[in-house]
Structure formats: C-alpha cells, structure tokens
C-alpha cells in the first residue's frame, strides 16, 4: 500500500541553525501539507501546498519556515534559524480525494 | 475556540466494556476521518466517513457521520488493551479543502 514517508527520523540541532526536513508523499497525491505537534499536545496545522504555492498556511508557519517541492517527490519543509520551541515532531501528509495520510514524522529537537 | 470538540478528553476503562468518542461541530464538514496515534508516531488512518448518515464498520469499531455532516461518533465494542491510545477526529470543511481541522483528541486506557 503507498505510503507517506519522512527523513529524518530524528534531527538535532543547534538553536540558530537551518533544518530541512524531507517528505515523499503518496504519487498521484496532489495536497500536501506539514504539521507539527509539541510533546503532549494536540496536532497543530502548519502549512498546505497545492499546484506548486502555499495554500493556507497558519500564524505559526512565520517567516522563519518555508515549504518547496523541488522535483516531482519531495516536499520539503525548512526552518531558517531554529529556535528552542521549534522541538516537536514534524509530520507530513499527502491528500488523494478525501483522505489525508501521515507519514511516520520527524522528531526534531533543538538544543 | 476548537472547530472541532472532540469529547471525552480522557477515558480509562476496563477491558471489555463499551465507548463512545465524540467529534463535534457547527460547521459543516465535507468528509471527517478518524485516526489512532501511538506515542513517537504519527496518526494512523482508521476511516472516512463522506456521507451525512454513514455508517461505517471496522472489527469492533463503528464509525458515524451524522446527518447534517457536523458531528461524528466513534463506538468501541468490548474494549481490549491493544485498543488503548490516542484517538483523533479530523475534518475539511465544505467550503475549505486547502486545511484539516483536528480535535484535540480522546487519551484512550483500556486496562486488562
């Protein structure tokens, strides 16, 4: 069955540095999109990306992230300048007509 | 405000017996979907429900869409440890498909 996949697993990083974490949606996928959940809360929407542009995104998704789809299966998500309260896990999603799947996520922790 | 209110917040019960996860709403949705959550990992999909009225089965779970396509209800059948976890409703709106509105989510414990 097709699925959505992320890499990495888990990020470290340096508060003030750039992360880029990787996603490959499901291929005949057309909505993507990132959220990210802090440890113990709820998932929080980030960020949609339709026909190579953004959507909607949310007042968290600042100037500090930016989203790219560079090839035909990767979409990315970047954050310029890592900040503490940027550690939570990342996850992708892909959309087909109605059902939007998760990849496995990316643990990022920001020291 | 939460678009969706997802009730209870928390629920721990003894195996075997019956639950019910709600997912409420003012707004009307275009299809909701329930997923299942284990720590570390990310939402696994359990079911779609498009229809207002739909009714959906998976083993001992029973999924609702309700008529007006603004609420939905999650039914577990005699409740096993393995069912224990993190349940969350989501949702597009009728009139939104760029974005997914989540509930807060159902902490579920099913202890043996």
């Known amino acids: 069955e097709p699925e959505v996949t992320q890499t990495p697993s888990h990020q470290v990083t340096q508060m003030g540095q750039e992360v880029i974490l990787r996603c490959v949606p499901i291929?005949?996928?057309?909505?993507f999109y990132w959220y990210r959940q802090i440890l113990g809360q709820k998932v929080e929407f980030l960020v949609s990306?339709?026909?190579?542009?953004?959507?909607?995104k949310s007042e968290i998704f600042d100037d500090q992230f930016s989203v790219e789809r560079p090839d035909g299966s990767n979409f990315t998500l970047k954050i310029r300048s890592t900040k503490l309260e940027d550690s939570a896990m990342y996850f992708c999603?892909?959309?087909?007509?109605?059902?939007?799947?998760f990849g496995p996520g990316t643990r990022l922790l920001v020291l | 405000t939460q678009l969706l209110e997802q009730s209870p917040q928390f629920l721990s019960i003894q195996e075997g017996e019956n639950l019910t996860v709600y997912c409420n709403s003012s707004s009307v949705f275009s299809s909701l979907q329930w997923y299942r959550q284990e720590p570390g990992e990310g939402p696994v999909l359990l079911v779609t429900v498009v229809t207002g009225g739909e009714v959906k089965k998976l083993k001992r779970l029973t999924f609702q869409f309700g008529d007006a396509r603004k609420d939905s209800s999650l039914h577990i059948t005699a409740a096993q440890p393995g069912d224990t976890g993190l349940y969350l409703c989501a949702g597009v709106l009728s009139y939104n498909f760029n974005k997914f509105y989540f509930g807060s989510g159902t902490k579920l414990n099913v202890k043996p």
């Open positions: 291929s005949n996928h057309l909505y």
């Open positions: 990306f339709y026909n190579n542009e953004i959507s909607e």
């Open positions: 999603a892909s959309r087909g007509l109605e059902t939007q799947y």
